[in-house]
């Protein structure tokens, strides 16, 4: 079993004209599912997302990588990138509460167990952009309702938070969901997906929507494939070049790529077909040898192309 599974976007008069002028923008801003299509220049530089994925690593470590060594460097990361809206996996009560008041940020989500302090899949966004209309954490398991459950061989329970998110800046509504998947059983890897996309698919369909997470799969993988039967990979439908680090997302605080245990993504952002993606990266925040968690954030800049809310 690879290492990282052991891993807990011209003569016509002057009225006729301006009106067929007029006819063909219109046109122009349609696309053929009746989406509006995003501006582009310096409005869609202006109505941006720019969203994360952030695999933040539990306070496993002891020093260089405890998580008090490590907030400041996370938070400069977060910084210097610009996220606004993170999905972050591994996150604990303590960190929760460290990221948020650091970065002056909000979250939601819940504990996937009953203990006190349990992983969270919470998600992160700027209070200032973002309003939260409605939020969910389900579980995946054969009974989602079910705080706590777990199915098919799963290490320990799993879950998915999401939530419809209104952006302050263009009053349009969309979702984001974020989870992380088991990383000792295939059978709950694939099976979650199916119990994500199937809870969600009224949001998938309805609204600009955003997956994001680490999957504890490579992009050949089948729950990988099996969201890209509904969604598509950010990175693949940039409209520019990917850049940053290689192709690996997990790197294990190793800086040298050849000590890495693996060069393919287990972190991804999915989108549906109402969100545009601008660029797609990999950030590699190693300095001096050391870096924020021992999986490299995955961000992208996307303009969601629905017509606002009136």
Known sequence: MNKFFQHKPCGLPAVLLTAAVAALSFVAAL???????SKSG?????????????NVRGPNDRAPNSWRDRLPRMVKTIRDNKFELIGTQETL??????LAASLEFNYFGVGRDKRKGDEHNAVFYDPERFEVISQETFW???NPGNPGSSAWDSACPRI??????????????FVIANTHLDHRSA??????VNVILTRLAPMIEK????????????ADDMPVRRVLGVLRNARDVSET??????????????????????????DFIFVNDRVRVLSHGTINDFRNGLASSDHFPVTAEIVLLDAPEK
């Open 207 to 218: 609204y600009p929507f955003i997956l994001t997470g680490d999957f504890n799969s490579s």
């Open 93 to 98: 009560s303590g960190p929760i509460k460290d």
């Open 31 to 37: 696309d053929l599912s009746g989406a509006q299509v």
């Open 42 to 54: 310096s409005d869609a530089e202006k109505d941006l997302i720019r969203v994360a994925t952030y």
């Open 160 to 173: 998915c938070t999401w939530g419809l998110l209104r952006d302050r800046r263009t009053n349009q509504r």
């Open 187 to 192: 059978m709950a890897r694939i099976q979650g």
């Open 241 to 266: 070049d990917h850049y940053g680090a290689g192709d690996e997302t997990f790197h294990d605080f190793h800086e040298n790529r050849k000590e890495r245990s693996h060069r393919k993504p287990i």
């Open 140 to 142: 995946l398991s054969d």
